[in-house]
């Protein structure tokens, strides 16, 4: 499964972050959980979230109160977006897959919220 | 809170054996916490290795293996080469949410 992921890169306190995730197969998007997942510059890797189609999804509780992940099934697309950014937020943001493990990730994308 | 533990840091000589290890602090970590590992190079994604404790990918060097041991999951790598020195991650399921321990350099020297 081929993931590609886009979105901003470069935020301003207190803007939504938003990103895309997409797969290149309809078929991948079904029956399989998705995720976010984020690693600020020299640091390890913080689980975000996950979905799956028609089964809901869950959160880090640590995050909870601004993220929000959800699926476009005739985009074949999944989205994250967390508001109220900080610097803090600064990382690497990755995409996943998980059928049963998280097996397929994307590439990554590096988002930097500064003023 | 739940916080994941793994060792900052570990060496291993070339050819050696060593065991990573990722505990809880909520209690044993079993089953049904579904482990699963990661090796991460530096500006490369995460390389899934395991999950569900020690189901490897096809990908997976059969030089590694997973398993529980001692109220731990733990990631064994048998027969160390130079190309397994990086950063490793467990990454365990608490019925929901999902925490990643704090990551394991691994250092082949």
């Known amino acids: 499964v081929q993931i590609q992921q886009w979105g901003a890169g470069l935020l301003k306190p207190s803007e939504t972050l938003s990103l895309t995730c997409t797969v290149d197969?309809?078929?991948?998007?079904?029956?399989?959980?998705w995720g976010w997942i984020r690693q600020p510059p020299g640091r390890g890797l913080e689980w975000i979230g996950e979905t799956i189609y028609g089964r809901g999804t869950a959160y880090s509780p640590s995050l909870r109160s601004r993220v929000t992940i959800s699926l476009d099934t005739s985009k074949n697309q999944v989205f994250l977006k967390l508001t109220s950014v900080t610097p803090a937020d600064t990382a690497v943001y990755y995409c996943?897959?998980?059928?049963?493990?998280?097996?397929?990730w994307g590439q990554g994308t590096l988002v930097t919220v500064s003023s | 809170q739940t916080v994941v533990t793994q060792e900052p840091s570990l060496t291993v000589s070339p050819g050696g054996t060593v065991t990573l290890t990722c505990a809880s602090n909520?209690?044993?970590?079993?089953?049904?916490?579904?482990p699963n590992w990661f090796q991460q190079k530096p500006g490369q994604p995460p390389r899934p290795l395991i999950y569900s404790t020690s189901y490897t990918y096809s990908s997976t060097p059969a030089r590694f293996s997973g398993s529980l041991f001692g109220g731990k999951a733990a990631l064994t790598l048998s027969g160390a080469q130079p190309e397994d020195e990086a950063d490793y991650y467990c990454?365990?399921?608490?019925?929901?949410?999902?925490?990643f321990g704090g990551g394991t350099k691994l250092t082949v020297l």
């Open positions: 990454l365990l399921s608490f019925g929901g949410p999902w925490v």
């Open positions: 197969d309809i078929r991948g998007l079904w029956g399989a959980y």
């Open positions: 996943a897959r998980r059928p049963t493990g998280y097996g397929s």
């Open positions: 909520s209690g044993a970590v079993t089953g049904d916490n579904y």
